[in-house]
Structure formats: C-alpha cells, structure tokens
C-alpha cells in the first residue's frame, strides 16, 4: 500500500462549484499534514497545514481525520485559477522528510 | 519570506556528461535541505537529506556516487547527476528548511527540468 494515496482526477468542475479531495496515508505515525498546489512544470507550493481540529482559509477547507487515516481539502467558489494539481503531504514524527502523494488535478472550467 | 532559487532552469545534454544543480536559499541559512525527482504524472519522490557540513542520507534506491550531493554552507547545496543517461531525465527540486523545530516545512526551489538525449 502506498503511504500517501490520493485520486488523480481530473476533477472537471464549474466555476463557482464546490469540490472536495481525500487522501488516506498508511502510516500511523504520520504527524504533520499539508496540502501543497502545484501547477503544471512548476515547483510545488504550501497552501495550508491540516490541523486535527480542521481548519479554513478563505475558500479552502482543510480537515483531518485521524482514526481514518485520511485527509480532506474542499473548495467553495472554484475559481479559474484554482486550476492545478493539488498534493496530500505528510511528515511523519520526528522525521524532517515529507512523503508526498501523486495528487489530484482539478480543471475549472468557466 | 523564505526564498530558494535553483539554477539552471533548465538543462539538455548529451547523454554521458555530468549536470551540476545548484540550490540556494536567499534570505535564510537552510540547516537541512532535500533534492526531489518528479517523473511525468508521478509524485515528488525524495531523493536524498543534506545537512550542512555532513554527508547526505540517501533514499533506498538512489545512487550516492551517481547523484552527488555537496551541502558545503548554509545557503548552498548542489547536486550532480553524473554520466547522465536518457533515464535520468526528469524535473529536479530542491528545498530548504530552516530549521530543527521547523523541519516539516519546507520551502521549495522553482525546480531544474534536465533532458538527457
């Protein structure tokens, strides 16, 4: 099984929709999780830790599920710009590495 | 804001000669830094950990006397893909951390797209 897994998509959504991505990881010890966007041929770029209490910034929606072993990422209101291919990273405890799934691409159309 | 460069952009070369990277973090001193592989459609796969002034910790499956990796101060690490083949093509990145309470976070280079012909 793989530590990070995530569906590739495409997701192809309408401007204005919401959409929501899952990830699941396999380690238990995992203790720090991210949602990294990266656009096509760039480097990849933070958009928001996930903290077990969930969190939100602006549009994006981010939560953790522990006893599941999964993580999520919704947004509210695509933009045009939110197209891109978003990534469920995790660090494990008392490791610098992070382990990074293979992502899931969302196309907003308008 | 924590800014890392990596040069060159982009590389091509013939198949055999050696490719050097270079990574540097501008505003900040990177006590840990990380070389990435992205193949087409793949993950970022992490290659290897460099700490400044130590050897680097390599991934199972990554050759150290292929990809050598110099992390000779606290802004500069390089890695050299030596006698690169088509195989090696791919898109590099580097990151830096800035340090040990913050080692998770991760700030990354814009990348090194090496095509081997």
């Known amino acids: 099984r793989k530590e990070v897994e995530q569906d590739p998509g495409p997701f192809n959504v309408p401007e204005g929709a919401t959409v929501a991505f899952n990830c699941t990881y396999s380690n238990s010890a995992s203790q720090s999780f991210f949602w990294y966007r990266q656009d096509c041929r760039k480097e990849p770029k933070l958009l928001m830790s996930v903290y077990s209490s969930g969190n939100e910034d602006g549009r994006f929606t981010a939560q953790l599920n522990r006893a599941s072993q999964y993580i999520s990422l919704l947004i509210r209101d695509s933009k045009l710009s939110d197209s891109a291919t978003y990534l469920c990273?995790?660090?494990?405890?008392?490791?610098?590495?992070?382990?990074f799934g293979k992502g899931t691409m969302l196309l907003v159309s308008p | 804001g924590a800014v890392v460069s990596q040069h060159p952009s982009r590389v091509i070369c013939k198949s055999g000669t050696s490719v050097k990277i270079e990574c540097r973090s501008l505003?900040?001193?990177?006590?840990?830094m990380f070389w990435y592989r992205q193949f087409p459609k793949q993950s970022l796969m992490l290659m290897a950990t460099?700490?400044?002034?130590?050897?680097?910790?390599?991934e199972q499956g990554v050759e150290k006397d292929k990809f050598l990796i110099n992390h000779a101060s606290l802004t500069l690490s390089t890695l050299t893909v030596t006698s690169a083949h088509p195989e090696d093509s791919s898109f590099y990145i580097c990151?830096?951390?800035?340090?040990?309470?913050?080692?998770?976070?991760?700030?990354f280079g814009p990348g090194t797209r090496l095509t081997v012909l």
């Open positions: 505003d900040f001193q990177a006590t840990t």
């Open positions: 990151s830096a951390s800035r340090g040990i309470r913050s080692l998770s976070e991760q700030f």
């Open positions: 990273v995790v660090n494990r405890s008392g490791y610098s590495t992070l382990t």
């Open positions: 460099s700490n400044e002034g130590s050897k680097a910790t390599y």
